[in-house]
Every structure is written in C-alpha cells, then in structure tokens.
C-alpha cells in the first residue's frame, strides 16, 4: 500500500494552478493521486481534467483568498501588469487595483484583440483605453495589445516588460477569464522556461494560488489568481451557455436599423428597448454565434415568456431557471458623439449619439449596464 504524500517544508505546488498539492481527499482542492508525484510536472487531477477533458470543476476560494494574495504585492518592488479583455473592457477591469499595489508602476495590457474588427487602429485602442484607464482612476505607465492566443504583440510586450522592471519581480494580475494564464504560458514559451504549463481554460478561477516563474536574473514572473467581477453574465450560465457567448474569432458587428419602440434581444441574456429616439443604427458586437432577434416593444414581454430557453437563447432549456430575473435599467442618451451600451460579460450596442434617445435595457439581476465613449 502506497504511503499518504506528506507536505515538506516547501509544499508541492500544482505547476497548473498554483495551489498546495495533497493526496488524502478527492474533495479537496489540490488532490493528486500518489502515482502523479513521480512526474516531472505534477499538476492536480482539477488541471489534469481541465486539461485533457475539458471539464469545468468548482472551486471553494472566496474573495478573501485573492485579496489576501493581491494585497502582499504592495509590500514589494515590483512590476505589475494588468491584464484586461478588450472585448469586455468594463466587465474584466481589476477594481482598486492601485490601492492594492502601492506605489509600484502599472503597465496596462489588453488582450484578446484579435477578436476586433480588421479595420479599427491599434493606436486609437490603445488611447481610448489610456482614457478609459483615466476616467477609472488609474494612470498606467503605457498600454499594450496583445493576442495571447495568437501569439500578437508578445514581443512588444516582452520588451516593454524588459524596460520596465528594472530587475524587478513582476506581477500579472488580472480578473477571471481575460486570458492571463494563456499569455503566461506565452511568455514562459519565449522565456524558455521547461517543465510549467499553466492551466488554461475558458471557465473562471482556473488559477487558484500565486504560481512562480523564475527569470534569467534570478528575479519571478507571479501569476495571480483571477478575482471574480461578479456583474459579469457569464458567472451566471452553464459551462455549456458560456461557450456560446465567449468569442473564440473576430467579432462580425451586426447593423440594425431602429425606429423607437422597438426591441432588440441578444439570445435570451439581454434585452433592448429604443423607447424614444429618431431612427438610427444600433450596431452589435457580441459572439458571433449568438441570435439577435428584432421585434416591436409592444410585443418584447410576450416574445420573453413564450420563447425564452428556446427561440431566445442561450440559455437553453432548464438553464433558463438558473439565471436570477431580469431587471431594467434606464439610459438616457445626450452625448454628442458615438456611445457604446455596454453588457458586462457579452459585449456591447454601439450608437451614434447625434441625437437624444432613452433605453432600456434587460439583463439578469446583478449584471453590469454602463454607457462609454465609443470604441469603434
């Protein structure tokens, strides 16, 4: 009978996620069979499973746990490298993050820009986000655009990296699900480091504790656990529903021409009203696999009690009754100039604002609606 692992004075860290490895309880975080300990890399069967089957396994860290670990970086010298998705700005922008970090220099990295249209300029990205930053309370050191997945911009900002430290250790923080670990795995790949793989997946809380990866100069890149911005709508659907409303290709906007008391529907996880306004274009940016459906405001409260989970959808089905009920929030629209509607977790309805106009939008309780400068 094989002997219980027992933790050394170091413990045994998941090379996937970061967090303590035992081998007593399959329950628990951390679980590994005794057989796993003889690898080169050991990750836990969590990873394993994420890795090679693609399940999605819960996990019991709480908020504290990652304000816990943000908190220590402000006690360092440090490079801290935020990490935002592009495509849901708002919904995966790092809250209070300078308070956590000190007096340590932010660089600002946006990611997943291949999912934007070919045509808009990265140097109006990169100044929109800049004011973006600014209108958020942070004033990072420079910004720059990456595609981990298809490997855009990572020399760029290897370099940056480079300048910036100074010989310093560096942080990547960010929220769930922007791309972190993907990244990382990029820059460990470029680094040449061997034997770490972190866990990548497109459900959130993949990492669970700070995972270390050792520099030339003896110096680490720390991967941070992602905290959880709990207005996004993806926290609120299936595995299976969050598939369909994460891009995995360039965004395709969708035009919809809208004379007021019409109604647009985004699947079954949004709803908007153009209750007053001249006609104008409501332009859509959301996966590309969603439905939008178009009908008279007068006729939106049925199409939704009829067709929800079915017609309407994602969710589907019996997902339907997981999502809390909807709310309606207010817009009054008087800018002089393009706004985004945004949707945090799904994207966002782009108008022109050369006119007044007031909306309403639906979303599942908790989720959250905010109106920006125009990003394209």
């Not at 970090?101 to 986000?129: A, F």
């Not at 910036?164 to 960010?174: E, K, N």
């Not at 035009?255 to 529907?265: A, E, G, K, P």
């Amino acid at each position: 009978m094989e002997e219980p692992f027992v933790s050394p004075d170091e413990p045994l860290q998941c090379a996937g996620c970061g967090v303590a490895i035992q081998t007593e309880d399959k329950t628990k975080q951390g679980y590994a069979p005794v057989s796993a300990l003889s690898r080169d890399v050991v990750i836990c069967q969590r990873c394993y499973r994420i890795k090679h089957y693609n399940e999605v396994a819960p996990v019991d860290m709480e908020d504290d746990d990652f304000l816990r670990i943000l908190n220590g970086i402000g006690a360092t010298d440090s490079l801290v490298v935020m990490v935002v998705d592009i495509f849901d700005f708002q919904g995966s922008w790092l809250r209070g993050l300078p308070r956590f970090v000190g007096n340590n220099p932010i660089l600002l990295v946006g990611n997943k820009v291949d999912l934007l249209p070919r045509s808009i300029n990265p140097n109006r990205v990169r100044n929109w986000m800049q004011h973006e930053a600014k209108q958020l309370g942070l004033r990072p050191v420079d910004v720059v655009l990456v595609s981990a997945v298809k490997g855009q911009g990572i020399d760029e900002l290897l370099q940056r990296v480079g300048e910036l430290r100074r010989g310093r250790d560096v942080y990547i923080v960010g929220v769930t699900n922007v791309g972190k670990s993907t990244l990382i795995n990029r820059i460990i790949h470029d680094y040449g480091s061997a034997g770490v793989e972190i866990t990548t997946s497109p459900f959130p809380g993949t990492t669970l504790d700070k995972i270390e990866i050792p520099l030339d100069d003896g110096r680490f890149i720390y991967d941070t656990p992602g905290i959880i911005n709990r207005d996004q709508i993806g926290h609120m659907v299936t595995p299976q529903d969050l598939r369909k409303l994460t891009p995995i290709s360039r965004v395709n906007p969708k035009t919809y021409q809208l004379n007021d008391r019409q109604s647009l529907f985004i699947g079954g996880l949004a709803r908007i009203d153009y209750v007053s306004g001249e006609r104008q274009p409501f332009v859509v940016y959301v996966a590309n696999a969603l439905p939008i459906h178009r009908t008279k405001l007068e006729k939106a409260d049925e199409l939704m009690a009829k067709h929800h989970g079915e017609l309407l959808a994602p969710p589907v089905g019996e997902a339907v009754k997981l999502l809390p009920p909807f709310t309606r929030h207010t817009l009054k629209i008087e800018s002089a100039g393009p706004v985004d509607i945004v949707i945090s977790g799904l994207g966002w309805v782009t108008l022109q604002g050369k006119q007044k106009a007031i909306l309403e939008v639906h979303v599942p309780k908790g989720v959250g609606v905010a109106v920006r400068k125009a990003l394209i």
